[in-house]
């Protein structure tokens, strides 16, 4: 007596394979999609938790912002105290506003895809940075002066457009592109270097050709989020904005001592720190 099989012929797994790969193929840039899209949303709840952070150091300094942060002048600044092992090294606003956030977590953006550092609170990585004609100065004794330079912090009533007005933005951090001499040399000191944002360029718009290790500092890394980068700004609100958009109320140059450039796909961030006299910047959008 002939048995009768229920098995599937060739030619039906054949057209059972095609259709799962067709529906890979639509369904997994979808799911990509969604995974940039769920670290979008986790970088600017972290983006404005450190926006609230600086806004209630603010507030318990006379509305005044923290400085961007204090330089290590060729060991000087330790010397005289500006540097030191109690607030890690040589400070710098994320270091200032620990005391409110208390955690380092929030520095850290998904989309970041720099290295992480050693520092006394594990391996880190910060991925936002802050305006440099907001968040002002790098303070500190220097090999450049006789002396340490002026720090002229603003306060949030001195700014005129405060929902205009950039305070941080979502970018690489480019103290890992140097060697540690030390274990923690890079958040201890060269941390300060580069944490504060010039303009809103891309890395890839950089007027001088730079190497892969050079393009976590000279300029923002649009790619990782679909050619979007987030910001926050001096009220507190954060957003989304695309490579090349054009912020309104800013000049469009790179930084404070270059010329108005219209075909620039970016707008200037910028502020003179190393000066004792009237320093340049970049200005902030006016009423």
Not at 15 to 35: G, T
Not at 37 to 53: D, E, P, R, Y
Not at 84 to 99: M, R
Not at 127 to 154: D, L
Request: proline content about 6%; aromatic content about 12%; glycine content about 8%.
């Amino acid at each position: 007596m002939n048995r009768l099989r229920n098995a599937f012929t060739l030619i039906e797994l054949l057209v059972v394979i095609a259709i799962i790969a067709i529906l890979a193929a639509i369904l997994f840039p979808v799911f990509a999609q969604a995974k940039v899209a769920a670290k979008n949303a986790a970088s600017l709840a972290n983006l404005k938790q450190n926006t609230l952070g600086i806004i209630l150091y603010s507030g318990d300094y006379d509305d005044i912002f923290p400085k961007r942060g204090t330089m290590n002048g060729n060991g000087s600044s330790w010397a005289t105290g500006a540097c030191n092992d109690s607030q890690w090294g040589c400070p710098s606003w994320d270091k200032l506003i620990y005391t409110y956030t208390k955690n380092y977590g929030i520095m850290e953006s998904g989309l970041d895809r720099a290295a992480k550092v050693p520092s006394p609170l594990g391996d880190i990585k910060r991925s936002y940075r802050a305006a440099n004609n907001v968040i002002r100065g790098v303070g500190g004794n220097s090999t450049w002066g006789p002396a340490e330079f002026p720090v002229r912090s603003i306060s949030q009533t001195a700014v005129p457009m405060p929902a205009n007005s950039i305070m941080l933005t979502e970018q690489r951090n480019g103290a890992v592109v140097d060697p540690p001499w030390w274990i923690w040399s890079s958040f201890y000191e060269n941390w300060v270097w580069w944490t504060g944002s010039a303009n809103t360029l891309a890395y890839e718009d950089s007027s001088t050709p730079v190497g892969n290790a050079q393009k976590y500092y000279s300029g923002i890394d649009f790619t990782s989020n679909a050619g979007k980068a987030g910001f926050a700004y001096v009220d507190g609100h954060v957003k989304t904005a695309p490579r090349g958009y054009i912020f309104p109320g800013y000049e469009r140059k790179t930084d404070y001592a270059a010329a108005v450039n219209p075909t620039l796909r970016g707008v200037c961030l910028d502020y003179e720190d190393f000066t004792t006299g009237t320093p340049r910047e970049c200005l902030l959008p006016q009423n």
